[in-house]
């Protein structure tokens, strides 16, 4: 089982749609968890860091699960330039930072 | 402000060439380093990571090396390279003591014919 695995997408939604997409991994160790947007030919760049609470930053809301070794990210009121691959990355200790493949959203005109 | 800068763009090379793909760090004293590879519809897969001079931890054995002949500055190196090298090359860092937040170069396709 990979450490971090992700809805493979892609997911194509309309403008203004509501799409959450989910991650699961699997060394109940790890600590720190975020989502990173990947644009196509690009580097990643930090999406946001997803807390124990939970956290929200504008239109897009993380959540964490602990318990089922779960998280999600939520993007409401979705825009064209919200088109990119979306990757889940965990760390674990010290450990540098695992990724997961990412998923791929098309939002459509 | 730091910046991150990692050359060349694109590369075609052919089988058995050799490699060399530098990074450079700018803003920062003393920070991790580190080579992702990401391979046409597959994950970023860490290759090396560095947390200060002369110091590489090899995640994947492999025909790639790396190194850091000075603090800010990596270089990813290959004596021959195979097809299966082909990929986008990233180089990233983060703050001393702390990796979870990446700021990455903008990357090299590499291409091997």
């Known amino acids: 089982r990979k450490e971090v695995e992700q809805d493979p997408g892609p997911f194509n939604v309309p403008e203004g749609a509501t799409v959450a997409f989910n991650c699961t991994y699997s060394?109940?160790?790890?600590?720190?968890f975020f989502w990173y947007r990947q644009d196509c030919r690009k580097e990643p760049k930090l999406l946001m860091s997803?807390?124990?609470s939970g956290n929200e930053d504008g239109r897009f809301t993380a959540q964490l699960n602990r318990a089922s070794q779960y998280i999600s990210l939520l993007i409401r009121d979705s825009k064209l330039s919200d088109s990119a691959t979306y990757l889940c990355?965990?760390?674990?200790?010290?450990?540098?930072?695992?990724f997961g493949k990412g998923t791929r959203l098309s939002v459509i005109a | 402000s730091q910046t991150i800068h990692q050359w060349p763009a694109t590369l075609v090379q052919p089988v058995g060439s050799p490699l060399s793909l530098e990074c450079t760090v700018e803003?920062?004293?003393?920070?991790?380093l580190y080579w992702y590879r990401q391979a046409a519809g597959r994950g970023l897969q860490l290759l090396f990571y560095?947390?200060?001079?002369?110091?590489i931890s090899s995640e994947v054995p492999q025909n790639l090396s790396a190194s850091r002949p000075q603090d800010r500055q990596f270089i990813l190196s290959s004596k021959k390279l195979l097809l299966s090298d082909s990929g986008f090359y990233l180089c990233?860092?983060?703050?001393?003591?702390?990796?979870?937040?990446?700021?990455f170069g903008s990357g090299t396709q590499l291409s091997v014919l």
């Open positions: 560095s947390v200060g001079i002369g110091q």
């Open positions: 990233a860092w983060s703050r001393t003591g702390s990796d979870e937040k990446l700021f």
């Open positions: 997803v807390y124990s």
């Open positions: 990355v965990v760390r674990r200790g010290n450990t540098p930072l695992v």
């Open positions: 060394n109940s160790a790890s600590q720190s």
């Open positions: 803003g920062t004293s003393n920070p991790n």
